[in-house]
């Protein structure tokens, strides 16, 4: 299928961006890398009337570091992350799992910040957002706001970014040498997106799991802290019997309220199972690390 015809702007600063949203309300949108609206625009799923491409806004790009966060600018494309040192020394379970996304030539073009916004629940960076407590920055006519990732995702392709708000950028809180870090999701292809996938980060105090992060793709409406599992490995060891015991804490607590959903070919008992199997491999190599 071809898309429906739409006007296109390509403005040149952020505050033009605004008047544009202003002025077209919901008849507009983004487009950063186009990987995910325009195939939604082929399949005629969206029909908006007016395109904003925020490409040519250079103030939208870029990775940095602070002596507090690492920061990723909206407008990076994956690739810039597979490729960074900064990520790489700062924020390293970006660096796992952005192999995971897509495929190279989607990666070339697809963008941290359109992939954060359009939150798919199978999505790799909001499940690492909130495993590693990012902020969202966002600016509007009205001045910039600061979300952290615990509040941005509130549904399937739903975030509390309000109409006429762009968001600018992802700041990460910069973390000592004592954090760990685990990636890992099952997928049918290499390059599809997960079926159910685990981002990982836990502090050690010496022999002890100080603070665990358990952050699931896949598995329910936005992506999922799994806390009740999380707080049964904080205090202990990473050996075996911990390990046992997280997996059995986190079939207990995906088979309430945060029960998976199920997908065309994978039910929530399947993904429950391989949620566990995640879990395991994962808190196995951070032991190991
Ligand atoms: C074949 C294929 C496989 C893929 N597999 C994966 C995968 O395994 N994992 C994965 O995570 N993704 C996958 N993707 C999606 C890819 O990562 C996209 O790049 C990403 O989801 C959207 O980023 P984008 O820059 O292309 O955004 P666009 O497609 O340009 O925009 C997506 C949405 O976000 C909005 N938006 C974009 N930027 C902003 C902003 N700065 N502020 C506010 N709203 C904004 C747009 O208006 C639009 O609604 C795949 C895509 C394809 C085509």
Redesign the pocket.
């Known amino acids: 299928m071809k898309a429906p015809p739409f006007d296109y702007a390509r403005p040149a600063s952020l505050a033009e961006v605004f008047d544009l949203l202003a002025a077209h309300g919901d008849n507009a949108?983004?487009?950063?890398?186009?990987?995910?609206?325009?195939?939604t625009l082929n399949m005629r799923l969206s029909e908006p009337a007016l395109l904003v491409d925020?490409n040519g806004i250079a103030e939208?790009s870029g990775i940095s570091v602070s002596a507090t966060h690492l920061r990723i600018g909206?407008l990076t494309r994956?690739t810039e992350i597979e490729d960074s040192p900064l990520v790489a020394r700062h924020a390293p379970l970006l660096a796992m799992a952005v192999p995971?996304?897509?495929h190279r030539a989607?990666r070339n073009?697809?963008?941290f910040?359109?992939?954060i916004?359009?939150a798919?629940p199978a999505?790799?960076?909001p499940a690492c957002a909130l495993a590693l407590d990012a902020e969202l920055i966002v600016r509007s006519r009205s001045g910039e706001r600061r979300i952290a990732a615990a509040d941005f995702f509130v549904d399937v392709l739903t975030t509390s970014?309000l109409a006429g708000e762009?968001?600018v950028a992802c700041e990460i809180p910069l973390r000592g040498p004592d954090w760990r870090h685990a990636f890992d999701e099952l997928a049918r292809r290499h390059?599809?997106?997960a079926i159910v996938g685990l981002a990982v980060a836990a502090r050690r105090d010496g022999e002890l799991v100080a603070d665990a992060r358990l952050s699931f793709l896949g598995v329910g409406n936005t992506p999922l802290r799994a806390r009740q599992t999380e707080a049964v490995l904080n205090g202990r060891r990473l050996d075996a019997q911990a390990i046992d015991d997280a997996a059995a804490a986190l079939r207990t607590e995906l088979s309430g309220e945060y029960a998976p959903m199920s997908d065309l070919t994978n039910s929530s008992a399947t993904k429950r199972h391989l949620a566990t199997v995640l879990l395991r491999r994962q808190l196995a190599q951070i032991a190991a690390q």
Request: hydrophobic share 50%; charged share 10%.
């Open positions: 949108r983004l487009l950063a890398g186009g990987q995910t609206l325009l195939a925020i939208l909206a994956h995971h996304i897509a989607i073009l697809g963008t910040g359109g992939s916004a359009y798919d999505a790799e960076w970014l762009v968001l390059g599809d997106y």
